[in-house]
């Protein structure tokens, strides 16, 4: 059996799937509890989902924007086109010797 104190807080997940609580609550004093209604709860995790979206996106372009800014082949590039490969961008890792770009030859036949 949990027993709560000060600061915890329960039902979250009744609020966030609106489903009733699997278990039940009894104080064993005197308590002040602040209650949250399903859309209110639900309204705030997708406010913290954006903001958290935001976040990451704004950390990876600034990571990103001096070396993609200093390709010369993105220089004619708006910023919202910089933008979007900026969003696009990932690491990738590779060891000693892995074979990076394989050249592959294509030829065309023109009737």
């Not at 009733?20 to 209110?40: C, F, G, Q």
């Not at 903001?51 to 590039?77: D, G, M, W």
Request: proline fraction near 4%; charged fraction near 20%; hydrophobic fraction near 45%.
């Amino acid at each position: 059996m949990k027993e709560y104190g000060p600061g915890d807080a329960f039902g979250e997940l009744g609020l966030l799937y609106n489903a009733p609580r699997a278990a039940t609550i009894t104080a064993k004093s005197e308590v002040s509890l602040w209650a949250l209604d399903s859309n209110t709860f639900q309204q705030m995790v997708k406010n913290a989902i954006l903001y958290l979206n935001s976040y990451i996106h704004r950390t990876k372009r600034s990571r990103y924007q001096e070396f993609i800014k200093s390709v010369p082949v993105f220089k004619a590039l708006c910023e919202y086109e910089l933008f979007s490969i900026m969003d696009a961008v990932a690491p990738v890792e590779f060891k000693v010797e892995d074979t990076i770009i394989t050249e592959v030859f294509f030829s065309l036949i023109f009737n």
